[in-house]
Each structure stands twice: as C-alpha cells, then as structure tokens.
C-alpha cells in the first residue's frame, strides 16, 4: 500500500467478465489509479489465493463470501471486500465482522434499471412478444395464443418499495395500474402518489399481478410458498427481479402446474449461482427444477441481468472505486453495508 496522498490500492477483482474489465477500468483511469487485477474465476475457497497481494477484493452476486473464504481472504492480506452489487445476502457479515474485513457496497446505481426489466417481463409475458416474433420470423402470423390483457385498470402488487420498488411502483401508475404494496416502511413517496399499503395476505389476494422487489433476509426467504401462492387469484402473474431464494421454487411449480400462477417472470433463481452468467448452450443442466420451469410456455426467465444497463455499470464503477480509495484515504469505505438485513 501506498503512503498518505497516493493511495494506490491492489484489488483483486473476481467474476469479472469484458464489461466489468472495461467499465471498472474506464472509472479507475478517470478517478483512482489503482492497480486493477481481473480474474474471471469465481471467488471460492478454491480461488481465494488469487487475493494474495491485494489490500480489497471487489465481488459479485454469485462469488462465495461465507466464512472459510473470509478467513482466508484475511490471511492474505486482504481488509476490504466492495461488492459490485446491490444485495449482500451472499457475504457472512458476522464473519467479515470476525476477521476485521469491511464490506461495502452499491447501495443505489439505477433503480430504473431494474424497475424497468421488471416491466419489460410484464410487458413480454403479457403481450408475448418473444412468442410473436419467432412466430413472424417463421412466416406464422396466427394470433390464437398471443392474448393479453389491459395493464390499464389492473391491480400490481409490489412487495418492497425501497429504491427499484418505489421506482417501478411510478411506472405503474403511469400505466394506469391501481397499486398496491407490502413493506416494513412504507416509502413516503408512493403514499403520496396514493399507493395503498397492505399486510402481505391481503395484497397477495387483491393482486393481479405481484412483484418482489425486497431484499433476501430472514424474513423474506421463501416468502412466496405453497401457503402464498393459495392465497394468490386464479391466474396470476407473478415476477421476481429481486433474489431467487424469496419464492420457493416447487411451490411456484406446484402453482403453475395448478394453473394457479397464470404466467411467472424470473430474472434470478434460487440455484443460479450454478448457471447463471456463463454460457452452458453446449451442456447438460443438471438442476432438474430449473430445467421444469424452462418447460412451461407461461414463464419467462432471464439471467440477472436487471441491472445491465450502460448507466448501471458505469455507476456502479463509479461508486465501487470510489468506495476503495475512501477506505484508503479515510479508513472507512463510502458505502458499508447496514449491519444487518430486515
Ligand atoms: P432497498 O433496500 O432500497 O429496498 C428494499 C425494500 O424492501 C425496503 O423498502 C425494505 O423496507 C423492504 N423490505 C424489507 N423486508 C421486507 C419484507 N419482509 N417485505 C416487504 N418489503 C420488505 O433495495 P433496492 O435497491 O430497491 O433493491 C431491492 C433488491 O433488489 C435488492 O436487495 C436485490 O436483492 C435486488 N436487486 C436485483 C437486481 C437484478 O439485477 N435483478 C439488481 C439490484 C438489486
């Protein structure tokens, strides 16, 4: 480590894929300097020596970040860990804590982003405009199995309004939805624009449509089950942009085969750290749960990728080498994470 006034940082950077290398190193040449090293190796137990030298390790939502890496990662000399991400549900707080590692994060880049993808999966399983345009690229201009229906009128519930829900609540009143939300602290905002808030039981019936839009605590782990999706109307459409592990998957299966769940839009899944962000086209995938869903004509599945816009990444950058040199320079990174989850 440099002396006072420099401040030049080794970081070890994990998952990292051609945009991270070159949004991160725009942002670094621009504002910091520090000496970057990119791994597209996922952080493990088995990758974590790749650490070895650098003072902060900068992560994403799939690398490992329980104990036995934390552990290790403090060993090698590493005091930081800033996560690229907004959620931090994969880092063991309490261990970080343990092995005097700070983690931090980027609490807010662009809510829009995926406020906005939640809307593109409304949009696109409604509409089925993926289905239309392999029909029409296969010369079938039939329109029996494209029905949709008026987003105009109908009920959204959001569960979680922070920074994306409160966004997208917006988005939905532009559309001339009627909605209506769950959350420990409602957001003053969407009250004043008349968003009605709800305990979950009832916002789960009332719904038309329902989207997570919480963070993975505790609380909210498997909060949409076999006990959720009863309460659901008939037909629902039911999104999750937020983490996987908030809907149990069997039951949302079990609710699709009843008919119960009407059409499902995923862009996170429970196991995704096993597929997502790679590309598995020429192999066999082994998780039979998600190769189900992948059956039903009614879902719709992205791979994460609500926060992939230029404005999210550039932000994101921005805000994660800014967060390096403060821990640098002030001992204490802009943005730690909030000591723990709801
Ligand atoms: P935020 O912290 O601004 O808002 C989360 C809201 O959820 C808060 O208002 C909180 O009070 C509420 N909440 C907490 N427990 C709840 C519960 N039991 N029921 C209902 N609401 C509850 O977070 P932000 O920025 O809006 O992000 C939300 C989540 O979206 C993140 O935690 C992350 O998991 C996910 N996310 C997904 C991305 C993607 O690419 N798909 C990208 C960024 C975030």
Known sequence: MSGQGEQIVHVAIFSAKPYDISFLTRANTAQAGHHLHFHAARLATGTMALAQGAEAICAFVNDRLGRPVLEGLAAAGVRLVALRSAGYNHVDLAAARSVGIEVCFVPSYSPHAVAEHTLALILTLNRKTHRAWARVREGNFELDGLMGFDLYGKTVGVIGTGRIGSVLAQILLGFGCRVIAHDPKPDPDCLARGVAYLDIAPLLSASDIITLQCPLTERTHHLVDDRAVARMKTGVML????????????????????????????????????????????????????????????????????????????????????????????????HPVPDRQM
């Open 239 to 334: 999104i999750n942009t937020s983490r996987g592990a908030v809907i149990d998957t069997s039951a949302v299966i079990r609710g699709l085969k009843s008919g119960r769940i009407g059409s499902l839009g995923l862009d996170v899944y429970e196991e995704e750290g096993e597929l997502f962000f790679e590309d598995l086209s020429d192999r066999i995938i082994p998780d039979d749960v998600f190769a189900r869903l992948l059956t039903f004509p009614n879902v719709l599945i992205t791979g994460h990728q609500g926060f992939f816009t230029t404005e999210a990444l550039t932000a994101i950058a921005e805000t994660t080498l800014a967060n390096i040199t403060a821990f640098e320079c002030d001992g204490a990174a802009l």
